[in-house]
């Protein structure tokens, strides 16, 4: 792995820069925005959710509400962001794989018009397995908790 990675914090990365850094695209990228990147420690994505999400025409028809998986996916792609901010740019575009989630609560339905600020944490790493915890919320309330582990492909 390249350990001498920036370690500078970085105060946002729009939308050209998140599709740089990791290799979703859309319908499944599920992080708009970054902003509060710490390397080696923290970030903060910003998912805008809006009516015209695919996954609203079937969930729920008559009551829209964003699917928990999807937070959870917007959970690791904002750790995904800070996985590349530490490791540096030859990071960029790997593909990290969910190896656990744990410890995951949901507190209360995430719909069309609301902003959630997903804040992840990075708890350990041996090698290329990291530990997270995460916190999603809607005006500084919380609707989704997990801790979870990911492993980084560098072969990809």
Not at 35 to 47: F, L, S
Not at 81 to 91: C, D, F
Not at 116 to 142: C, G, I, M, P
């Amino acid at each position: 792995m390249n350990e001498t990675a920036p370690k500078q914090s970085v105060e946002r990365m729009d939308i050209e820069e998140i599709l740089e850094a990791i290799p979703h695209r859309y319908p499944f990228l599920m992080i708009d925005r970054v902003i509060d990147v710490v390397p080696d420690e923290r970030a903060t994505g910003i998912k805008n959710v809006s009516i015209n999400e695919s996954y609203f025409q079937g969930h729920f028809p008559r009551r829209h509400v964003m699917p928990g998986v999807l937070i959870i996916e917007s959970m690791a792609q904002s750790a995904a962001v800070l996985v590349v901010a530490t490791l540096g740019p030859a990071m960029a575009g790997k593909l990290v794989y969910f190896m656990s989630v744990e410890d995951c609560r949901f507190r209360r339905p995430v719909v069309p018009g609301d902003q959630l600020y997903v804040h992840v944490t990075k708890k350990h790493r041996r090698r290329n397995v990291w530990k997270f915890s995460a916190r999603a919320a809607v005006e500084d309330q919380t609707v989704a908790e997990a801790t979870y582990m990911a492993m980084i492909l560098e072969d990809t």
